[in-house]
């Protein structure tokens, strides 16, 4: 954020393990998930001016709309019902750098960006408890957004749970550039009352005690996502194969898939590689975010 409070960033969300543990009678699904931020996402840009506006610019602005649906204006909106007058009326720019519809939480993270940067021009707190319930009726992963920091999220959303530390590691980021609606993942989903997450360390601050970790885990998503778009098997394979890499899984619903590694180098190599066999396909090497973007 900059000091007039008109940039925010919108890291993208990874999924790092991903357990559905129940259904609740209004079918959806209550999650167990380990949750970390890439240093890598949209942006957005705001200048005040004679009334509210959104642009979309950046690599993946076609095909989203500017209208009132996009999660921006949404959250702009439900601000300003709550908020009355708290902020001048802005023109809003959001560079889309993320794929849409991808499992790394795009549009939830523009809302939060948007929330963040409404309260830093009315100079409000950027994650009072007020604003998490607003964010999380935008979406399930709007509040894990407006901290933008390692967490573990549970229900559908609505309880997290920060970490206190967190390694540091380096992501790439793997999309075959197929669209995949959280909904039919769901619907494929075969078991919904698996295992929760294992207890995590109290201090998690080496690279090797999360890798030891991950292992015990999965994303419960990752077969029904695979059955609808099997290539995202085969970047897991293919990503899982770099050197150095710890875990290659999916994130959220799909199709973005990661891979963890331990070195910048490392994560820049693999990136590349993985560019040159699959020039079709989006990725980004990003370090994973350690403090909070609302802080
Ligand atoms: C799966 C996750 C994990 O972080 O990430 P993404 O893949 O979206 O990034 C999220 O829980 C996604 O939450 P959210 O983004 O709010 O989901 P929506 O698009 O509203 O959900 C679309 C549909 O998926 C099903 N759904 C969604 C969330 C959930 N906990 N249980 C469900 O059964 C419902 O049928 C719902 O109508
Ligand atoms: N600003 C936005 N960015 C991305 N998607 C948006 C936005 N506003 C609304 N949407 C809608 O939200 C849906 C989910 O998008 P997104 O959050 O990117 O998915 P995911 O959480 O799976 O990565 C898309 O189908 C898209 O039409």
């Known amino acids: 954020m900059d000091d007039d409070g008109l940039f925010q960033v919108a890291p993208a969300k990874v999924n790092l393990a991903l357990h559905v543990t129940g259904r609740r009678e209004d079918g959806y699904h209550e999650l167990e998930s380990l949750i970390a931020f890439a240093a890598v996402g949209d942006e957005l840009r705001a200048e005040p001016a004679e009334r509210d506006s959104?642009?979309?610019?950046?690599?993946?602005a076609d095909g989203l709309s500017g209208?009132?649906?996009?999660?921006?204006?949404?959250?702009?909106?439900?601000?300003?019902?709550?908020?009355?007058?708290?902020?001048?009326?802005?023109?809003?720019?959001?560079?889309?750098?993320?794929?849409?519809?991808?499992?790394?939480?795009?549009?939830?993270?523009?809302?939060?960006?948007?929330?963040?940067?409404?309260?830093?021009?009315?100079?409000?707190?950027?994650?009072?408890?007020?604003?998490?319930?607003?964010?999380?009726?935008?979406?399930a992963d709007v509040p894990a957004c407006l901290l933008s920091q390692p967490l573990v999220m549970g229900g559908i959303g609505e309880e997290l749970q920060v970490l206190p530390a967190f390694p540091d590691l380096h992501i790439v980021l793997v999309n075959p550039l197929v669209?995949?609606?959280?909904?039919?993942?769901?619907?494929?989903?075969?078991?919904?009352d698996n295992y929760p997450l294992p207890a995590l360390p109290e201090l998690l601050t080496r690279p090797?005690?999360?890798?030891?970790?991950?292992?015990?885990?999965?994303?419960?998503l990752q077969p029904p996502a695979v059955k609808l778009v099997p290539v995202i098997g085969d970047i897991v394979e293919d990503l899982a194969a770099t050197p150095g890499c710890m875990l290659a899984r999916m994130s959220g619903s799909?199709?973005?898939?990661?891979?963890?590694?331990?070195?910048?180098?490392?994560?820049?190599?693999?990136?590349?590689?993985?560019?040159?066999?699959?020039?079709?396909?989006?990725?980004?090497?990003?370090?994973?975010?350690?403090?909070?973007?609302?802080q």
């Open 67 to 139: 209208g009132e649906t996009n999660l921006v204006n949404r959250a702009v909106a439900a601000f300003r019902a709550r908020w009355p007058d708290a902020v001048e009326p802005l023109a809003l720019t959001l560079t889309k750098n993320l794929p849409v519809a991808s499992g790394i939480g795009g549009g939830s993270a523009d809302a939060a960006a948007a929330l963040r940067l409404m309260a830093a021009r009315a100079g409000l707190p950027p994650a009072s408890a007020e604003l998490q319930q607003l964010a999380l009726r935008l979406g």
């Open 208 to 220: 090797a005690q999360l890798g030891l970790w991950l292992t015990e885990t999965r994303n419960d």
């Open 54 to 60: 959104l642009t979309i610019a950046g690599p993946f």
């Open 254 to 294: 799909g199709a973005t898939v990661f891979g963890l590694f331990g070195s910048e180098g490392q994560a820049h190599q693999a990136a590349q590689s993985v560019r040159e066999r699959n020039p079709e396909h989006w990725v980004a090497a990003a370090p994973l975010l350690t403090a909070g973007a609302a």
């Open 179 to 192: 669209a995949l609606a959280t909904a039919d993942v769901f619907r494929r989903l075969r078991a919904h």
